[in-house]
């Protein structure tokens, strides 16, 4: 599958989809798309996200968006990470959203594919994320793509005086 084709499976009630990469124009979008999930409106850091990922043709940096009915209903974002904790260079996903109406319509599903399609391009073959424990439905929908525990566990300590 490429950027800008359709799927199938994300036709039901709603037109089809398509996945493309993110413009400058679709950031209301997605900043409200992530509101719906995070409750918080992060226009600096979208804006940010955006001149990191979005900007240029790179396949080892992707911001990809999904777009029905015209009009944008979801996103996601990756990059290829080299040698970071010692692991040879692999693709991470650290960012996926739909907006609830359009979700399990295979929507999340297509923008991955595409997401994936262009990271194999940039010669990776692993792709990995990080999730809170308590977040039960992104972690359905990573199994759902074939994503299981990695060898990595991740550790953390506060840094108050
Ligand atoms: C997780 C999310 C991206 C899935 O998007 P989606 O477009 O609905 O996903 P898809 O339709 O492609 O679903 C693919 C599979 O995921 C799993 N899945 C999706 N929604 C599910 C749900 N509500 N309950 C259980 N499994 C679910 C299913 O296995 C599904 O396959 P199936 O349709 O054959 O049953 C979407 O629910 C979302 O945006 N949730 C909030 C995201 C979030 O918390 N982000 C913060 C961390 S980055």
């Known amino acids: 599958m490429s950027?800008?084709?359709?799927?199938?499976?994300?036709?039901?009630k709603t037109g089809e989809v398509s996945v493309r990469k993110a413009r400058r124009t679709d950031l209301e979008r997605v900043i409200g798309i992530d509101a719906t999930v995070t409750g918080i409106e992060k226009d600096d850091y979208w804006h940010s996200v955006?001149?990191?990922?979005?900007?240029?043709?790179r396949p080892e940096r992707q911001f990809l968006v999904a777009?029905?009915?015209?009009?944008?209903?979801?996103?996601?974002?990756g990059e290829v990470r080299d040698w970071e904790f010692g692991a040879p260079p692999?693709?991470?996903?650290?960012?996926?959203?739909?907006?609830?109406?359009?979700?399990?319509?295979?929507?999340?599903?297509?923008?991955?594919?595409?997401?994936?399609?262009?990271?194999r391009t940039s010669g990776?073959?692993?792709?990995?994320?990080m999730l809170s424990r308590d977040n039960v439905l992104i972690l359905s929908f990573f199994r759902s793509q074939g994503m299981r525990t990695g060898p990595f566990i991740p550790l953390e300590m506060d840094l108050d005086d």
């Open 50 to 57: 955006f001149h990191r990922y979005g900007a240029g043709n």
């Open 67 to 77: 777009e029905c009915d015209g009009q944008v209903v979801g996103f996601v974002i």
């Open 90 to 119: 692999c693709g991470w996903v650290f960012a996926i959203d739909v907006q609830p109406e359009y979700r399990q319509r295979g929507v999340a599903s297509r923008m991955l594919d595409v997401l994936c399609e262009g990271l």
């Open 124 to 129: 990776v073959r692993k792709l990995r994320t």
């Open 3 to 12: 950027a800008g084709g359709t799927d199938r499976r994300a036709r039901g």
